[in-house]
């Protein structure tokens, strides 16, 4: 979504986050689209939402499988209409937003089963890109690890060629969190410029890609 975002004509203005999944049904509402001061209890003040924010930018919203079916009407209507109320509100406010969206569900299930609007998925579904599995594309490993090392660790941490062996050929399944979480762990620990097999967990060091480890 970053790439996206900064490779396209919207660079230089906002790119907005929001994890769906992290936010109970009524607060994803006013995160999304704000709300007026006395909507409810506790709303002393006016607060934009953050499709208010993304105006002229875009809006990530990650694990949208997630939100329920009254959230997902608003949405909708942002998508076609390009305008939404804050919650509490009573004039439409117009935003010119570009809306990416993530899950690792299948939406297409989640609609058989009456759980996510058929109308909301083939409005989203415009430009759709699969991310393969880490496991699926070992030749981004490498690259992935070098570039988490070098944000985490500075300029003099590297990783040994038999260490970099060790994980390319592990199966991540926990794909590219997993992996950071795990440079980031080799990085705190290790006083060496130079990351080992040593500084390696046993399950990444004693793995091996047959049948039992990789069902």
């Excluded at 004509?9 to 709300?35: K, M, P, Q, W, Y």
């Excluded at 506790?42 to 924010?53: Q, S």
């Excluded at 590297?158 to 990085?187: D, I, K």
Aim: charged fraction near 30%.
């Amino acid at each position: 979504a970053r790439s996206i975002h900064e490779l396209s004509s919207r660079h230089d203005r906002s790119l907005i986050n929001v994890h769906c999944a992290a936010l109970s049904e009524t607060l994803l509402e006013s995160e999304l689209f704000g709300h007026e001061k006395g909507a409810f209890t506790g709303a002393d003040h006016l607060a934009k939402g953050r499709f208010e924010l993304a105006h002229g930018g875009t809006i990530f919203l990650d694990e949208i499988g997630e939100i329920n079916q009254e959230t997902q009407v608003k949405l909708l209507r942002v998508l076609q209409e390009g305008e939404f109320m804050r919650v509490g509100g009573t004039e439409p406010i117009k935003v010119d937003v570009r809306v990416i969206c993530a899950t690792n569900r299948d939406l297409k299930k989640a609609v058989k089963e009456g759980r996510f609007r058929e109308d909301l998925y083939y409005r989203l579904n415009v430009i759709q890109i699969q991310l393969p599995p880490l496991r699926e594309r070992p030749g981004d490993i490498e690259d992935l690890v070098n570039h988490y090392v070098k944000q985490l660790g500075g300029p003099f941490k590297r990783v040994s060629a038999e260490a970099m062996a060790s994980l390319v050929r592990y199966n991540w399944p926990g794909n590219v969190r997993e992996l950071r979480n795990m440079v980031e762990r080799m990085v705190v620990l290790s006083l060496k410029e130079e990351l080992g097999v040593e500084d390696l967990p046993d399950e990444i060091k004693d793995y091996s890609p047959n049948i039992e480890n990789n069902p």
